[in-house]
């Protein structure tokens, strides 16, 4: 990975994976603008950049996302065992599940991925926090993290691009039509259903199942095996005013598709509450506001009853 100037961005080299034969070519993309920036480069803080081909033989977009993830083998954290998220795996057999299938909905497909390496001179180094913190394997006080990129398409718009209230539900119907079928056909579940995880496709005048508008989930950091879970009071996976009541209570029972729906639930209501974008809150009474912020200004504890007194 390099900087060509300021102006154009980061060129990205990626291995093309193929999945039948096993082999890797290297592709090139040149990166054209920032979906999004975080305000910290380690844990977990993610950016998106919108890139092309550098050979020029497809001018479709494609989104590089930037994070730094935690790895199933947590040996030098200290950690053997835990089960742990990893979106390379989830959106490789999500693509692999799919690919070639007329399934009706949208999902991400994986197009590469792997972790990020710098070199210097003729050596490579790997980009991980160990490397960067200076710790060895016996240093328990560190969250070991890998600095990775994945290639992701399709390229969509964030929810609040939505016309309508109808074209608002054509989306979230969406989104739980593709977390439906991800939850049977891949045993995942996607554990943080959020408004920033589920994106806008415009038809452009196409008609798609007379819809104007499709829906797509993403952003599987914290999905997991229905046959890895891990008991209610663990790591918290979900964004905190989305959360299941049942998890924000620090229950023992097990992460549930229930738990997801239950997510979407309290979507609706937060954007039936403030509006789907800044331009609906003008003017909006502070009470209400004030009410609605009890759902992510609080600790867990709050929030589950705030969300129990609003739901009565």
Not at 55 to 69: A, L, P, Y
Not at 74 to 79: D, F, P, R, Y
Not at 117 to 146: A, L, M, P, Q, W
Request: hydrophobic share 35%.
């Amino acid at each position: 990975m390099k900087q060509i100037c300021a102006s154009n961005g980061w060129q990205i080299s990626r291995p093309s994976h193929n999945y039948k034969s096993k082999r890797n070519s290297f592709m090139q993309y040149v990166t054209t603008g920032t979906i999004m920036n975080a305000s910290a480069l380690f844990g977990r803080h993610t950016r998106c950049y919108l890139a092309k081909r550098k050979d020029g033989r497809s001018d479709e977009s494609v989104v590089i996302k930037d994070s730094w993830f935690l790895p199933h083998d947590l040996k030098k954290s200290g950690k053997q065992g835990s089960v742990v998220p990893d979106e390379l795996h989830n959106l490789q057999l999500i693509t692999e599940k799919f690919s070639g299938k007329d399934v009706g909905f949208s999902y991400p497909w994986a197009i590469s991925s792997g972790s990020v390496k710098f070199k210097d001179g003729s050596k490579y180094i790997t980009n991980d926090t160990s490397v960067i913190y200076g710790y060895d394997d016996g240093d328990k006080e560190h969250i070991y993290r890998v600095h990775c990129h994945i290639v992701i398409t399709p390229v969509e718009h964030f929810i609040k691009s939505v016309r309508n209230e109808a074209e608002l539900v054509f989306v979230l119907a969406d989104a739980i039509e593709c977390h439906n079928a991800i939850l049977i056909e891949c045993e995942l579940l996607h554990r943080d259903i959020s408004v920033n995880n589920i994106l806008v496709s415009c038809n452009e005048g196409k008609s798609s199942h007379h819809r104007p508008v499709r829906g797509l989930l993403i952003d599987f950091d914290h999905a997991i095996s229905v046959n890895q879970q891990v008991s209610g009071n663990g790591a918290r996976s979900e964004t905190l005013p989305f959360m299941s009541i049942h998890n924000l209570e620090g229950a023992r029972g097990k992460h549930t598709a229930l738990d997801d729906w239950a997510s979407l639930l309290y979507l609706i209501c937060w954007l039936a509450t403030l509006g789907i974008n800044s331009d609906d809150r003008d003017g909006m009474d502070d009470e209400i506001v004030e009410e609605i912020d009890k759902w992510r200004y609080a600790d867990m504890s709050t929030i589950a009853r705030a969300k129990c007194n609003h739901m009565d």
